[in-house]
């Protein structure tokens, strides 16, 4: 599936700040689930606002350590699950991957669209 509406891949392309990448590239770190809830909430009203078209979910690498290497955050920011890397990613995740094993990118964007966008540390479009 492609992106139809130049102003939603416009949106895509457009930086992110460095409070979106900071929050969540550091979801692991934080163990009180109160102040989790919340920043998860505002990372969901950031890509609400930013009107770059519905999320699948993001992609990152996970901090808890072994055997994790990677996890998923559904658009609500929830951490779905982590991943061992012998263990498979949902459907749609699978591009994101090798990506998010790259020092290049703080995190994936994966769109509902099947579009993936990963962004730099510098909230930057990888595209």
Do not use: N
Not at 104 to 109: H, R, T
Request: glycine share 8%.
């Amino acid at each position: 599936m492609t992106v139809t509406s130049a102003y939603v891949k416009s949106q895509r392309m457009a930086p992110r700040s460095t409070e979106l990448v900071a929050a969540v590239s550091q979801m692991d770190v934080h163990s009180d689930e109160r102040f989790r809830r919340e920043a998860m909430a505002w990372i969901q009203d950031v890509y609400d606002e930013r009107g770059g078209g519905p999320l699948l979910g993001l992609f990152s690498r996970c901090y808890l350590g072994a055997p994790y290497v990677d996890h998923v955050m559904s658009p609500s920011g929830a951490i779905l699950q982590h991943f061992a890397p012998s263990q498979s990613v949902p459907p749609g995740f699978e591009p994101a991957r090798p990506l998010v094993r790259s020092s290049a990118y703080a995190y994936i964007e994966v769109y509902a669209d099947g579009e993936v966008i990963p962004i730099r540390e510098d909230g930057t479009s990888g595209i």
